[in-house]
């Protein structure tokens, strides 16, 4: 541990700027988690006092903070091709292949959505176009130039105000700045976002559509989540796509957002995913669950997007 007492005065720019992303702006090797941590043990003074994370920075407001220079982030740039449809100065959107994480976790620090985002958003060369692909837009946003650059001071974090399972593929947005992803996390959370999968299942489905009521929750002797009777409330509408003679391709729309809740609630009617083996759906390469469709308002026009991605599974 090297531990060191770092002095900064906030700018003009960083008027009204909460505490926690300008410190982010300034330690770019350093974690979200690990900042917050610094902040919650009072490592951080603001004019010499202790103040919240969510302090908001006034211009020449004067800023202490003890730091550890070796606690590196876990999201290290690594060099993956990404499938991106759109992109402009606050956001992307990206589909994302099956069988990647979303994010590192203690078991997997590399090969994730987020090392390949670190990697693209800041390389120092402009990106080649990613080129064919269909993408209906509400509102006249188009990619910009590009936003990334090699400069540190513009260094840029993605945010991620959504996940999907690691088996899941299909369409993430991903943020580009501290507000873009207050704003659409805040979409998200008022439900203003339309999410809607493509799922393959196990048998003939018989209605055209419905809704599954039933609740979720963990199941901790067998570490497992599914259908629980004290569980939260989980609510998925189905529409049956096309039918084939021994499987069915269905549309998900979650109402609710709870974990594996798709593949809880297609296995709980009697009709598991195809490739989800542990809820008895038959063996396959993949698991045949897609996010297809993503729509929301855009954080700064407010003009609704809509974009869509089909999938052969």
């Known amino acids: 541990m090297v531990e060191t ?27 979200k988690m690990y900042l917050r941590a610094v902040v919650k043990a009072e490592q951080c003074e603001v004019n010499g006092r202790w103040e919240n994370r969510g302090y908001k920075l006034r211009p020449n407001d004067f800023v202490e903070i003890t730091v550890d220079h070796t606690r590196g982030t876990a999201m290290q740039p690594q060099k993956i091709e990404l499938d991106i449809l759109f992109e402009d100065d606050e956001l992307l959107i990206i589909n994302k292949p099956e ?4 994010h590192p976790s203690h078991r997997d620090n590399s090969g994730t ?31 910009p130039a590009y936003a990334g650059g ?6 840029i ?27 659409i996390s805040g979409h998200f959370l008022k439900k203003r976002v339309e999410k809607l999968y ?57 109402v609710t957002g709870r974990t594996n809740q798709l593949r809880i609630h297609a296995a709980h009617i009697g009709y598991p995913i195809v490739g989800d083996v542990q809820r008895a ?3 396959y390469r993949r698991l045949c669950l ?24």
Not at 166 to 176: A, I, N, Q, W
Not at 293 to 313: G, N, Q, S, W, Y
């Open 5 to 31: 007492r770092v002095h900064i005065t906030a700018g003009d720019e960083h008027n009204k700027m909460r505490l926690e992303d300008f410190l982010l702006g300034q330690f770019h090797s350093l974690s």
């Open 99 to 102: 069988d990647m994480l979303m």
């Open 113 to 143: 959505l987020l090392n390949a985002l670190a990697f693209y958003l800041n390389q120092s060369e402009p990106p080649a176009s990613a080129g064919g692909v269909s993408v209906d837009l509400i509102g006249s946003h188009t990619p």
């Open 150 to 155: 090699s400069d540190k001071n513009d260094m």
């Open 157 to 183: 974090r993605p945010g991620l105000p959504h996940r999907l399972d690691r088996l899941t593929s299909g369409l993430v947005v991903v943020t580009k700045t501290a507000r873009a992803h207050r704003i």
């Open 198 to 254: 493509l799922a393959l299942v196990d048998g003939v489905v018989e209605h055209d559509s419905g809704t599954i009521d039933a609740p979720i929750g963990r199941f901790a002797d067998i570490k497992l989540w599914g259908v629980k009777d004290d569980g939260k409330r989980a609510v998925t509408n189905y529409k049956v796509r096309e039918r084939y003679e021994k499987t069915t391709l269905l549309e998900l729309e979650p």
């Open 281 to 283: 759906g038959s063996k």
């Open 290 to 313: 897609h996010a297809y469709r993503l729509a929301f308002p855009h954080p700064t026009t407010r003009e609704m997007m809509r974009f869509e991605k089909d999938v052969i599974f």
